[in-house]
């Protein structure tokens, strides 16, 4: 018979392994050009606008010589730092597409996507005021996770296990909202891991690793806004691999927190 210790330990590990399929689920979708990320753009200036067929030519600040560029090639984007914290989520990013693929990367890093009180919390801060369903939709999510994974459909976890999220890389996209200034909805597509720490600590022996998700964000009363109004007006994105030459053609850059 497994110990405590043993038991919580092992869900840790059924939890990450569940949620490759579940979190696929919880939000919604996103992508953008990297020659866009690694300018200084403040709101209000033209936006490029990303195409799947890109081209290989390399933005200003990245370090081709010779080859193909490839994410792990170019230089990394350097993301936005937040100005304030509200509600568990960080706030204050620019309304810039730099600004919005950092506000996406903060929030899915803090997201409680296991604590369905806390990410009630987090999601009433982030959520549009145009789509009143969005955060009952989500945190439905949720409790279906918790359940499909053995747990109480509402509730926190074991305070002796912990969960961190490490984002590596982004492909965002500006969308053509009808009604909307060209800039104001964007897509973000994260690769990302997933380590999970328990009772013990030491390293997880099975991490999740390299899974994505994805938002569309609107900005809207001085914010970046989580939304699922425009999903349709989204895309898919070639799978992110940090050598390869068509996720960078793609759009998809790594990215580097804010010191």
Known sequence: ?????????????????????????????????????????????????????????????????????????????????????????????????????????????????????????????????????????????????REAIGLPPSGGISADISFTTAVHAARGKTLKAPGLPVGDVMQVWLSYDRFATGPKGGPDENPLRGDTVAFVVKWQDGAWKFTDEYDALGDFPVAYEPTSRFAWNDGWVQVRHAD
């Open 1 to 145: 018979m497994e110990s405590s210790n043993g038991l919580k330990a092992r869900r840790a590990r059924i939890v990450l392994a569940a949620i490759v399929v579940a979190v696929a689920a919880l939000l919604v979708v996103g992508g953008f050009a990297a020659a866009t990320l690694m300018r200084e753009d403040a709101k209000g200036k033209p936006q490029a606008e990303a195409s799947p067929s890109a081209s290989a030519s390399a933005p200003a600040g990245s370090t081709a010589t010779d080859g193909p560029m490839t994410p792990e090639r170019a230089q990394k984007v350097s993301l936005r730092k937040p100005t304030g914290q509200k509600d568990g989520v960080s706030t204050g990013f620019p309304g810039s597409p730099s600004g919005g693929i950092s506000a996406v990367v903060y929030f899915w890093e803090e997201y409680a996507w296991l604590d369905d009180e806390k990410a009630t919390q987090q999601l009433t801060a982030v959520a549009s005021k145009d789509v009143p369903g969005y955060v009952d939709k989500q945190v439905s999510e949720i409790r279906k996770t």
